[in-house]
């Protein structure tokens, strides 16, 4: 039987796909090299900032900003269209996003392509009902823009009470760590978010989020895979989607 293939958009960022990339590969590991999971990475990184292409919905927008709004907004969508065409005539039969920003986009993106996207907030709140009772505090760090545009809020907010960190330790801490990962220095993105992660502890969060894609990164950078399968705190959306992918693949 011919296997399926797995769709990677990745580029949002690089070291984000890559990661992703590695958690598959490390989570289905084979004997042999014909057992690994068949995949493509199409590392778009030239995709236009994400968190920046934000704000279509603001209410009260001046018109002059609402059009340019809508002009960045649809800037993005082509890109990712873009993508994933090239994925699909690469022989994919799904895709994956491994930028939970970019799923602001996924409504009208899986409108426009005919293959399968795995949305990975809602495989993130299915896992969540596994491990949590109804009505605790769930973290979410992520980047304003995912914050903003609520798109784990639309899951989380039927079952759980979603925290985030407040203004300035989003501002001081989250922002920079994320920046810090995306420039390659994972040591010191590990350090900064120290703050943001107690902050939410001292909110009783039972799980924490890492909402985007850099932050798994900065916390697990220098410790073991299993350390990152069995964390009691932190839920990795890409750990998650991955495993997601090898569900749809094995199928």
Partial sequence: RIKIMIGILGGMG???????CNKLAILY?????QEYPLFVLYNKSNIPGRPESIGVQTK???NKNLKKSKKKYSLVLKSLLKGCKVLKKSGCKFIVIPCNTAHYWYEDLSKK???PIINMPKEVFIHTQKKCKRNCSIGLLATEGTIKTGIYNNFFDRKYNLIYPNLVTQKNYVNKAIKLVKMGKVKEASKIIKPAI??????RCKKIILGCTELPIA?????????????????DPNLILANSAMKKYSK
Avoid at 219 to 235: N, Y
């Fill in 113 to 115: 392509i005919s293959l």
């Fill in 219 to 235: 916390i697990f950078a220098f410790k073991s895979f299993k350390k990152i399968k069995t964390s009691k705190i932190f839920l």
């Fill in 29 to 33: 590991r084979g004997k042999i090299d």
């Fill in 60 to 62: 009260n927008i001046a």
């Fill in 198 to 203: 107690n902050y939410l502890i001292r909110k």
């Fill in 14 to 20: 690089t070291q984000a796909g890559l990661d992703f």
